[in-house]
T-cell receptor
Framework: AQSVTQPDIHITVSEGASLELRCNYS??????LFWYVQSPGQGLQLLLK??????LVQGIKGFEAEFKRSQSSFNLRKPSVHWSDAAEYFC???????????????FGKGTKLSVKP | DSGVTQTPKHLITATGQRVTLRCSPR?????VYWYQQSLDQGLQFLIQ???????AKGNILERFSAQQFPDLHSELNLSSLELGDSALYFC????????????FGQGTRLTVV
C-alpha cells in the first residue's frame, strides 16, 4: 500500500539556520510528490511538487526538495529559516488509481517546525 | 488565497445531528476532494468527485455522503454525528481527475458536543 512517513514530529531550529525535513514514501511506481505547509488555523498551501524530470525542484518561499528514488525520499530544504516559516509541513504522494493515473493525496503525519529567535 | 471557498468556517453541533459542509472549487477545476484532519488520524482522504461523478472513495464513513452539483460546487453531508467526528474538514480542487496539484480551502472546523 502507498504510504508516506515523516519521521520527525517536531523540529526546532534557530532563525537563520538551515532546515531539512525528511519524507520517505512507499510506492509501486514513479510517484507524484508534494510538500504542503499549514499555518495555525489555516488551510494547506502547496510549497512545491515533483512529477518528473529534474530531481531537484524549487518551490515558493525559498524552499527546495530533492527526489531520490534509490532512497524513496523527498526531503524538503531551506538554506536560511525565517521566523515566519514556523508552521506544520506535510509531505504527500499521489494515490495510484487503477489504470496508472494518480489522484487523491496520501499525507504523512506532518512535521511541526518551531523557529527560535 | 487558493480560490477554493468553504463554508461555514466553524460549526458547532450536538451529537446525533446532521450538518452540510459546502465547497466551491477554483474556477475551471472539475475535481473536488474532501479530506478530514484530526489529531489522531492526521489528514485522511474521504472522497473525490470529478465533473459530477464519484471518482474515488477513501476512509469515508457510511454516515457521511457527498455530491457535486452541475455548477461544480460540492457538499459533504455528515449525519448521526458523534463526538469523534469533531475535526477540520478540507475541500481541495484540481483541474483534472488527478496527477496535478490540488488547491485547498481554509477548512471547516466541526465541533460536536
Amino acid at each position: 500500500a502507498q504510504s508516506v512517513t515523516q519521521p520527525d514530529i517536531h523540529i526546532t531550529v534557530s532563525e537563520g539556520a538551515s532546515l531539512e525535513l525528511r519524507c520517505n514514501y512507499s510506492y509501486g511506481a514513479t510517484p507524484y510528490l508534494f510538500w504542503y505547509v499549514q499555518s495555525p488555523g489555516q488551510g494547506l498551501q502547496l510549497l512545491l511538487k515533483y512529477f518528473s524530470g529534474d530531481t531537484l525542484v524549487q518551490g515558493i518561499k525559498g524552499f527546495e526538495a530533492e527526489f531520490k528514488r534509490s532512497q524513496s525520499s523527498f526531503n524538503l530544504r531551506k538554506p536560511s529559516v525565517h521566523w515566519s516559516d514556523a508552521a506544520e509541513y506535510f509531505c504527500a504522494v499521489g494515490a495510484l488509481y487503477q489504470g496508472g493515473s494518480q489522484g487523491n493525496l496520501i499525507f504523512g503525519k506532518g512535521t511541526k517546525l518551531s523557529v527560535k529567535p | 488565497d487558493s480560490g477554493v471557498t468553504q463554508t461555514p468556517k466553524h460549526l458547532i453541533t450536538a451529537t446525533g445531528q446532521r450538518v452540510t459542509l459546502r465547497c466551491s472549487p477554483r474556477s475551471g477545476d472539475l475535481s473536488v476532494y474532501w479530506y478530514q484532519q484530526s489529531l489522531d488520524q492526521g489528514l485522511q482522504f474521504l472522497i473525490q468527485y470529478y465533473n459530477g461523478e464519484e471518482r474515488a472513495k477513501g476512509n469515508i464513513l457510511e454516515r457521511f455522503s457527498a455530491q457535486q452539483f452541475p455548477d461544480l460546487h460540492s457538499e459533504l453531508n455528515l449525519s448521526s454525528l458523534e463526538l469523534g467526528d469533531s475535526a477540520l474538514y478540507f475541500c481541495a480542487s484540481s483541474a483534472s481527475q488527478g496527477g496535478t496539484e490540488a488547491f485547498f480551502g481554509q477548512g471547516t472546523r466541526l465541533t460536536v458536543v
